[in-house]
């Protein structure tokens, strides 16, 4: 193993890991650039490199995590994107399931499309649901709606027609016919990125590509172009919502795979963490500068999703965009260091809006006048003014409570501490609403799990928040900060496909099947080749199942091999176990219905060796002593602080404690006790409420 770079994005910090080839890490933290990202990136590696000794023509590999798919959604930044769909069908993206979300809210707005109706055209023709053509292309209408909407100002097309899933002839030909009557178009076709039915998630899904293609292209290429004028060598590779990766490349072409990068990463590294503790079952807790986000972990492995939504209202289902792609299910707020805090109807409200890291919290000195969630935690004696991200930033203390009390404090009538701690307290309730969601309502107790809490805030927030939800243990990983760039250089190369043939169980056609899942595995293989996987490839298959008049599937594996009698006799069991252990009965003598078939490629994930601690403590680790507000201790207390990295192996810290890293502060309540593991990890035990 030679040496590699992963590094991610996010809303407020970009963080760096270079792991070299005896597995040591070396990591960084810097402010995230506006509007161009890659500036932090670029000159964050440029240090990283330097302070390593290493030229960039010896680095092997690097991989990146970016939020840009999904700020360029959020924030509606792209232009010129337009949608061809079949005549008839031009409202789907405007319709969508015909659901309120939140039924008894008069008020309700989901968000609008990502394409205005001007710029939806329609062309006739139409596939039927057994993929029969009933009406050809009409290649003249199909033409005159190119030029309309290129004379309305489209430079990205998306393609949707009904039932292309199953034969895509007339998406290819419109391509053909996009690049005769306006070569400059850049077009996505449904068939190549949703090739499933539910025809406004295959809609969505499609634009969303289109939508973000622009972006993401211009942005990977001059990344590329960057890191090999510096003289790497390497090909760049990219984080997807799965928590695989894959080559910029492929990503320039399948965009819409990449939305949710970064915080993948972060689960991912959870689920390690659990593997070398001996905790299997876990919530991944990720707080960073600008949100929270959270996943579940089942007997180590991130709970994935199928039916993706991105920038959900007050994270209901359903009103947010739906995207058919694979992604770790993440439940998102807008809780970080970077939340402003304000007085709003005589109560404190946090969040979810930002001062990421332009201007950033007060206590940054960027200009900054609102408080925030990191205002707060410095005023509670959480954060050393003088060693935050390693000392690279100075926070300014006295900035940060004139601006508590002069927003929040007076106009509520609370004290300094109070209000600090009110901020504290209420960004801890928003995400104890979050946790109960990615843990309650998928059917576990968190009260059985193990919260892992990363990113810049989270070992802040972590005992709280477990606390709160009963939850009886607490991992809190060494580069807690940096924990989402580390787990990049644990994800394995990775490429899904899936294809919807709805049929009974008892009525499928083999060898259709086995063309099609041999079509399926030609493109995820070439995908995991074009990036140079070390190793073996495993290629995994599953389906999607129901009882046939149910509107909802579940997930079977599916046999290696070709599908006879036999391995769809399998297939059968594995529904009716699956469906058993959710809801409690199966009913074997019902017929099933298999609507969805799925393919995985994946390669071989390389090992990342983690730090281990200190073998000796040096005075145990204490590095002094601050005030920090603990209200169960009786308000201000003198609290020991630790330096991280000279905590020796089976070490017990008794709360009130505070360790200090250069990435993030870990902070012990009163009645925890933390233990130093092999890896400097703090296994923080929680007394019963």
């Known amino acids: 193993m030679s040496y590699r770079v992963g590094f991610d994005v996010g809303g407020t910090f970009t963080d760096f890991v270079l792991q070299a080839p005896s597995g040591e890490l070396t990591t960084a933290k810097r402010l995230t650039t506006y509007p161009d990202p890659s500036a932090a990136c670029l000159e964050g590696l440029d240090e990283l490199a330097e302070r390593a000794g290493v030229p960039w023509a010896e680095l092997v590999q690097a991989v990146h995590g970016t939020t840009l798919g ?56 139409r596939v039927l649901a057994d993929g029969s053509v009933r009406t050809p292309l009409d290649e003249a209408d199909a033409r005159r709606a190119i030029r309309e909407l290129t004379a309305r100002g489209v430079t990205t097309l998306a393609v949707c027609l009904l039932h292309a899933y199953l034969n895509p002839e007339h998406e290819k030909r419109l391509a053909a016919l996009a690049a005769e009557e306006a070569p400059q178009l850049t077009v996505t076709l449904s068939h190549e990125v949703s090739p499933t039915f539910r025809e406004y998630e295959r809609s969505s899904t499609t634009v969303v590509n289109a939508y973000v ?49 970064g915080p993948a990463a972060g689960a991912l590294m959870a689920a390690v963490y659990g593997e070398l503790t001996g905790h299997r ?36 289902p359903g009103s947010g965009l739906p995207m058919n792609i694979q992604a770790i299910d993440l439940v998102e707020i807008g809780a970080g260091g970077g939340s402003i805090a304000r007085a709003a109807l005589g109560v404190i409200a946090v969040g979810p809006q930002s001062a990421s890291s332009t201007p950033g919290p007060v206590c940054y000195g960027r200009g900054g006048t609102e408080p925030t969630v990191t205002d707060a935690n410095l005023a509670l004696g959480y954060l050393n003014p003088e060693y935050f991200a390693g000392g690279s930033m100075r926070l300014h203390l006295g900035a940060a409570a004139r601006a508590i009390e002069e927003r929040v404090g007076r106009p509520l009538g609370l004290s300094l501490e109070d209000a600090a701690w009110g901020i504290h307290t209420i960004v801890n309730t928003n995400m104890e609403l979050a946790t109960r969601v990615v843990s309650i309502e998928r059917g576990r107790d968190p009260r059985a799990l193990t919260l892992v809490a990363f990113g810049g805030c989270g070992p802040v927030h972590g005992c709280r928040l477990a606390q709160a939800l009963g939850i009886p243990r607490l991992i809190l990983p060494a580069a807690a900060g940096v924990t989402a760039a580390i787990g990049l250089l644990a994800a394995e190369v990775r490429f899904d496909v899936a294809r919807t043939y709805v049929r009974r169980l008892d009525a499928l056609e083999p060898a259709r099947l086995d063309t099609m899942y041999a079509e399926m595995a030609t493109q995820a293989l070439d995908v995991v080749r074009e990036s140079a996987a070390a190793g073996a490839i495993t290629v ?18 599916v046999p290696s091999g070709r ?35 799925k393919l995985s490629a994946v390669g071989g994930a390389p090992r990342v060796t983690l730090a281990k601690a200190a073998s000796t403590p040096a005075a145990g680790g204490l590095k002094g002593r601050r005030r920090a507000y603990f209200p169960e201790a009786g308000g201000w207390v003198d609290c020991p602080i630790y330096d991280r990295y000279k905590l020796a192996a089976g070490l017990q810290l008794a709360g009130p404690a505070i360790v200090e890293e250069r990435e993030s502060t870990s902070v012990l309540p009163p009645g925890v006790v933390a233990t130093v593991d092999e890896y400097a990890n703090l296994i923080v035990e929680l007394p019963a409420r």
């Open 540 to 557: 995994t298959r599953s389906v999607d199942a129901r009882y046939v008049g149910q509107g909802f599937e579940l997930t079977v594996p």
């Open 70 to 125: 999904s700020n360029v959604v959020i924030e509606r930044k792209a232009r010129g994107v337009g949608l061809l769909t079949t005549r008839g069908f031009r409202d789907v993206l405007i319709i969508g399931r015909e659901k309120r979300y939140q039924v008894y809210d008069l008020q309700i707005e989901k968000p609008p499309p990502l394409v205005p109706r001007r710029l939806i055209g329609e062309v006739t023709e």
């Open 563 to 597: 599908l006879d009698a036999a391995a769809l006799a399998r297939v059968r069991a594995s529904f009716d176990e699956i469906y058993a252990a959710r809801y409690g009965y199966a009913q074997p003598r019902e017929p099933v219905e298999v609507v969805t078939w």
């Open 281 to 316: 079952d876990l919530i991944a807790f990720d707080m960073g500068g600008t949100t929270a986000k959270l996943a579940l972990i089942e007997n180590g492995r991130p709970f994935t999703t199928t039916a993706f939504e991105l920038h959900r209202v007050n994270n209901a």
């Open 213 to 261: 293609m622009t972006a993401v292209r211009a942005y990977l290429k001059g990344l590329q172009a960057a890191l090999g004028a510096r003289g790497y060598r390497g090909r760049l590779f990219v984080m997807q919502s799965s928590g695989g990766v894959a080559t910029a490349e492929a990503m320039e072409r399948y965009p819409v795979r990449m939305i949710e990068s």
